[in-house]
């Protein structure tokens, strides 16, 4: 067998279109193992070639091929019953079966077995070439139906845009403009309900990757016994119940991004075995001697602070290290409270057509209730309020409180008011409430000082109303 790779490509270095895909070609005519390899090799990953399937299975056992173009006449085991093997034992690959001898039972025969396509001899580069590319297509079709259905399975009408206008969430649309564009790993920080997955969403549809894949993974949801296997994928018979090889999010991943939320709730082990991953850039499925290349980009996220789990031993300091190339860290609602309104009504507007009801009309003084309130679920809390008080038909504020006696309704507004002047009242309540203090009221409003002055200054309240 001929084990020496065709020359590496990198995919912006192939020719366009074409995937980044290592072949296989098995074949017992030299003549037709050198016009495969010679026509394939510049456009793809490499290519390597042997003249049986034993020779093919040898290599299989150490090496990963996403293709393999298989000759139904070969010396010893036929194409056909090598083919048969492959998939009983979990080989997910693309496969095209070429012969010179072929009739209707022989093609049907090798599409049950499994094969992708199936290709008389002679043929043209165009016939081969377009086979590849229809085989690519499939691959990448599967890739996206299999993070589709997880996706609509675990969808919760999740918010796809930043909203707000504070200094805090200006930042941090800032620091992800910045970052998208580029593909090193991002770490995401902050406490839950805060949108990380939002961000991490973002990140991946403003980045280079925005037509691959994005598949996350709560790595708080998985237990310690699977989590591997989840990751990484396994062979068949790895472990008890193992009846059939199974495909990781590594794989599903392939060409667009991974998202580890919760990262620290990672057994040590697998911390460790992750190291290696984003390392080497190759994958070992579990009970598999074969590297698996890996082409995507990592994002994790975590509720609790990462280097503090490092100092207790509960985190390893090299991944921190490597998950810390960017770090962001995003703040907590009740640091940004002037968002409030615009978080309300953008949630309205959501959940309304949703849920099938009208939208609430909140008033200013329901607003500054809501203001008062901590906030400890975050942005998450708010939504779930909004959703509960469409479905109820009132602003649920007693939610906020369980267990407490009954709080007495406030007074609403009479008429409707647009959002700019809900947010103008709101502001103009909490500066009433500190005797005008724009210090303190920033602080509770989560902005900046200078913000809430040009506010002011904007509705004509000058320093004779609000002085200090």
């Known amino acids: 067998m001929d084990t020496s790779p065709a020359p590496l490509l990198s995919p912006d270095k192939g020719l366009e279109g074409w995937p980044d895909w290592s072949i296989l070609v098995v074949d017992d005519e030299q003549g037709m193992l050198n016009f495969l390899v010679k026509t394939l090799a510049p456009r793809c990953h490499f290519v390597m070639s042997a003249t049986s399937a034993e020779e093919g299975a040898d290599w299989l056992r150490g090496h990963h091929a996403d293709l393999v173009i298989l000759d139904i006449s070969l010396p010893g085991k036929s194409g056909v019953a090598w083919l048969k093997e492959l998939r009983e034992q979990g080989f997910s690959g693309e496969v095209i079966l070429i012969t010179a001898f072929a009739d209707l039972d022989t093609a049907i025969e090798a599409l049950r077995a499994g094969a992708s396509d199936f290709i008389l001899k002679p043929f043209r580069v165009p016939q081969i070439l377009n086979a590849v590319k229809h085989c690519f297509e499939r691959s990448r079709l599967r890739r ?5 259905r997880r996706a609509v399975a675990s969808s919760s009408g999740r918010n796809q845009a930043l909203v707000g206008t504070s200094d805090a969430m200006q930042q941090l649309r800032a620091s992800v403009a910045r970052v998208a564009p580029v593909d090193s790993t991002v770490l995401l920080q902050g406490e839950s309900g805060t949108g990380k997955e939002l961000v991490a969403r973002t990140l991946h549809a403003n980045g280079p990757r925005a037509s691959g894949p994005f598949v996350p993974l709560n790595c708080a949801a998985v237990s310690p016994e699977l989590i591997e296997s989840e990751l990484f994928g396994h062979a068949r018979g790895a472990f008890t119940g193992a009846t059939r090889a199974r495909e990781g999010l590594f794989h599903y991943a392939q060409g667009g991004t991974l998202f580890l939320d919760e990262v620290a709730e990672l057994p040590l082990p697998i911390q460790a075995a992750l190291l290696r991953a984003i390392e080497d850039l190759k994958i070992r499925p579990v009970g598999s001697e074969q590297l698996v290349p890996l082409n995507l980009r990592i994002m994790a996220a975590s509720n609790r602070r990462l280097a503090e789990e490092v100092v207790a031993g509960r985190f390893r300091k090299d991944l921190y290290f490597r998950l810390q190339v960017v770090e962001l860290t995003l703040p907590p609602l009740r640091e ?58 009132s602003l649920n504020v007693s939610a906020l409180y369980p267990g407490e006696a009954p709080r007495a309704p406030l007074a609403t507004s009479a008429g409707t008011l647009d959002l700019a002047t809900l947010e103008k009242q709101h502001i103009l309540s909490v500066l009433d409430s500190v005797q005008g203090d724009k210090t303190r009221a920033a602080e509770l409003l989560g902005v900046s000082r200078r913000t809430l002055e040009r506010r002011v200054a904007e509705w004509g309240q000058g320093s004779q109303a609000f002085g200090r």
Do not use: T
């Not at 009801?357 to 708010?382: K, M, T």
């Open 336 to 393: 940004h409270k002037a968002d409030i309104p615009i978080l309300v009504q953008h949630f309205m507007e959501q959940l309304a057509p949703a849920l099938g009801v009208a939208p609430l009309q909140i008033s200013a003084q329901e607003l500054d209730f809501l203001a008062q309130y901590n906030w400890p679920g975050n942005v998450r809390e708010l939504r779930n309020l909004i959703e509960r008080s469409l479905i109820l038909g």
């Open 144 to 148: 996206e139906n299999f993070v589709l």
